[in-house]
Protein backbone atom coordinates (compact mmCIF):
# COMPACT_ATOMS: atom_id res chain seq x y z
CA UNK A 1 0.00 0.00 0.00
CA UNK A 2 1.36 3.39 -1.03
CA UNK A 3 1.65 5.92 1.75
CA UNK A 4 -0.40 8.94 0.91
CA UNK A 5 0.92 11.58 3.27
CA UNK A 6 2.83 14.74 1.60
CA UNK A 7 6.29 13.62 2.35
CA UNK A 8 5.91 10.28 0.74
CA UNK A 9 4.12 12.12 -2.27
CA UNK A 10 7.00 14.03 -2.35
CA UNK A 11 9.95 11.69 -2.24
CA UNK A 12 7.63 9.21 -4.44
CA UNK A 13 7.46 12.21 -6.97
CA UNK A 14 11.20 13.05 -6.90
CA UNK A 15 11.85 9.50 -7.48
CA UNK A 16 9.51 8.69 -10.80
CA UNK A 17 9.75 10.70 -13.96
CA UNK A 18 5.81 12.10 -15.08
CA UNK A 19 4.60 11.32 -18.34
CA UNK A 20 3.66 13.54 -21.16
CA UNK A 21 -0.34 13.89 -20.11
CA UNK A 22 1.40 15.10 -16.43
CA UNK A 23 4.25 17.58 -17.54
CA UNK A 24 1.92 19.00 -20.02
CA UNK A 25 -0.60 19.48 -17.23
CA UNK A 26 1.79 21.20 -14.98
CA UNK A 27 3.20 23.32 -17.73
CA UNK A 28 -0.48 24.64 -18.34
CA UNK A 29 -1.39 25.07 -14.73
CA UNK A 30 2.02 26.69 -14.19
CA UNK A 31 1.56 28.67 -17.20
CA UNK A 32 -2.31 29.97 -16.05
CA UNK A 33 -0.38 30.44 -12.24
CA UNK A 34 1.79 33.37 -13.74
CA UNK A 35 -0.64 34.74 -15.60
CA UNK A 36 -3.00 35.13 -12.33
CA UNK A 37 -0.19 36.65 -10.68
CA UNK A 38 0.02 38.90 -13.30
CA UNK A 39 -3.46 39.65 -13.75
CA UNK A 40 -3.99 40.23 -10.03
CA UNK A 41 -0.70 42.98 -10.37
CA UNK A 42 -1.69 44.55 -12.78
CA UNK A 43 -5.48 44.97 -10.86
CA UNK A 44 -3.90 45.75 -7.88
CA UNK A 45 -3.09 49.14 -5.75
CA UNK A 46 -4.75 51.52 -8.14
CA UNK A 47 -5.57 54.54 -6.56
CA UNK A 48 -3.18 53.49 -3.32
CA UNK A 49 -0.23 55.85 -3.46
CA UNK A 50 2.01 53.77 -1.94
CA UNK A 51 1.72 50.67 -4.20
CA UNK A 52 1.69 52.76 -7.06
CA UNK A 53 5.10 54.71 -6.64
CA UNK A 54 7.13 51.78 -7.30
CA UNK A 55 7.18 48.76 -9.31
CA UNK A 56 7.79 45.35 -8.10
CA UNK A 57 11.33 45.43 -9.50
CA UNK A 58 12.10 48.39 -7.93
CA UNK A 59 10.78 48.08 -4.91
CA UNK A 60 12.67 44.63 -4.84
CA UNK A 61 16.09 47.01 -5.73
CA UNK A 62 15.10 48.96 -2.56
CA UNK A 63 14.58 45.83 -0.13
CA UNK A 64 17.94 44.20 -1.75
CA UNK A 65 19.24 48.38 -0.68
CA UNK A 66 17.75 48.12 2.83
CA UNK A 67 19.44 44.55 3.52
CA UNK A 68 23.15 46.41 2.87
CA UNK A 69 25.42 48.76 4.25
CA UNK A 70 26.90 50.81 1.53
CA UNK A 71 25.95 48.92 -1.53
CA UNK A 72 27.21 49.58 -4.62
CA UNK A 73 25.38 49.48 -7.66
CA UNK A 74 27.34 46.87 -9.42
CA UNK A 75 26.43 44.57 -6.29
CA UNK A 76 22.57 45.75 -6.21
CA UNK A 77 22.49 44.82 -9.83
CA UNK A 78 23.76 41.17 -9.20
CA UNK A 79 21.62 40.28 -6.27
CA UNK A 80 18.40 41.90 -8.32
CA UNK A 81 19.50 40.10 -11.50
CA UNK A 82 19.34 43.17 -13.68
CA UNK A 83 22.23 44.57 -15.28
CA UNK A 84 24.39 47.59 -13.90
CA UNK A 85 22.79 50.02 -16.69
CA UNK A 86 19.16 48.67 -15.92
CA UNK A 87 19.57 49.23 -11.89
CA UNK A 88 21.15 52.54 -12.54
CA UNK A 89 18.03 53.87 -14.26
CA UNK A 90 15.91 52.40 -11.85
CA UNK A 91 17.91 54.07 -9.10
CA UNK A 92 17.94 57.20 -10.92
CA UNK A 93 14.30 56.93 -11.14
CA UNK A 94 13.94 56.48 -7.60
CA UNK A 95 16.29 59.29 -6.89
CA UNK A 96 14.18 61.63 -8.61
CA UNK A 97 10.84 60.66 -6.93
CA UNK A 98 13.06 60.87 -3.55
CA UNK A 99 12.71 57.66 -2.34
CA UNK A 100 16.83 56.95 -3.13
CA UNK A 101 19.98 58.61 -3.03
CA UNK A 102 23.77 57.76 -4.37
CA UNK A 103 26.80 59.32 -3.46
CA UNK A 104 30.38 58.51 -3.88
CA UNK A 105 31.28 55.68 -2.34
CA UNK A 106 34.29 57.23 0.45
CA UNK A 107 36.75 53.91 0.35
CA UNK A 108 36.65 53.83 -3.63
CA UNK A 109 36.02 57.19 -5.36
CA UNK A 110 35.19 55.13 -8.22
CA UNK A 111 32.09 53.72 -7.19
CA UNK A 112 28.77 54.54 -6.26
CA UNK A 113 27.05 53.43 -3.08
CA UNK A 114 23.21 53.52 -2.82
CA UNK A 115 20.68 54.61 0.18
CA UNK A 116 17.08 54.80 0.71
CA UNK A 117 15.72 58.22 2.00
CA UNK A 118 13.42 58.19 4.32
CA UNK A 119 10.30 58.63 1.19
CA UNK A 120 11.75 55.14 -0.14
CA UNK A 121 11.14 53.79 3.46
CA UNK A 122 7.26 54.88 3.47
CA UNK A 123 6.85 53.23 0.42
CA UNK A 124 8.23 49.89 1.01
CA UNK A 125 6.09 50.02 4.40
CA UNK A 126 3.35 50.28 2.25
CA UNK A 127 4.37 47.89 -0.30
CA UNK A 128 4.82 45.36 2.24
CA UNK A 129 1.05 45.98 3.80
CA UNK A 130 -0.01 45.88 0.64
CA UNK A 131 1.61 42.41 -0.45
CA UNK A 132 0.72 41.32 3.21
CA UNK A 133 -3.24 42.07 2.65
CA UNK A 134 -2.83 40.23 -0.52
CA UNK A 135 -0.92 36.96 0.70
CA UNK A 136 -3.63 36.78 3.19
CA UNK A 137 -6.41 36.87 0.90
CA UNK A 138 -5.22 34.14 -1.06
CA UNK A 139 -4.21 32.04 1.94
CA UNK A 140 -7.54 32.82 3.38
CA UNK A 141 -8.77 30.98 0.05
CA UNK A 142 -7.04 27.80 0.45
CA UNK A 143 -8.97 24.98 2.76
CA UNK A 144 -7.64 24.91 5.93
CA UNK A 145 -7.34 21.48 5.62
CA UNK A 146 -4.89 21.75 2.35
CA UNK A 147 -2.70 24.55 3.50
CA UNK A 148 0.26 22.37 4.82
CA UNK A 149 0.22 20.17 1.86
CA UNK A 150 0.26 24.02 -0.48
CA UNK A 151 3.41 24.96 1.75
CA UNK A 152 5.04 22.22 1.21
CA UNK A 153 4.29 22.30 -2.22
CA UNK A 154 5.51 26.00 -2.16
CA UNK A 155 8.36 25.07 -0.80
CA UNK A 156 9.52 22.57 -3.37
CA UNK A 157 8.70 24.60 -6.04
CA UNK A 158 11.51 27.34 -4.85
CA UNK A 159 13.81 24.82 -4.09
CA UNK A 160 13.19 23.26 -7.98
CA UNK A 161 13.09 26.78 -9.25
CA UNK A 162 16.36 27.74 -7.15
CA UNK A 163 18.04 24.31 -8.58
CA UNK A 164 17.39 25.62 -12.28
Not at 18 to 27: D, G, V
Not at 95 to 108: L, P, Q
Not at 111 to 139: D, N
Request: charged residues 30%; aromatic residues 2%; glycine residues 6%.
Amino acid sequence: MLDETPEACSEQQGRTEPNSAELEEFQRVWTELINAALHARSRGGHGHRGVDEVTLTQSLLMETVRGMENPSVGAIAHIVGVSSPSATRMIQQLERKGMMARRRSERDERSTVVTITEEGERALAERRKYMERKQRQVFDAIRPSLRPLVLDVLRDLRDAIDET
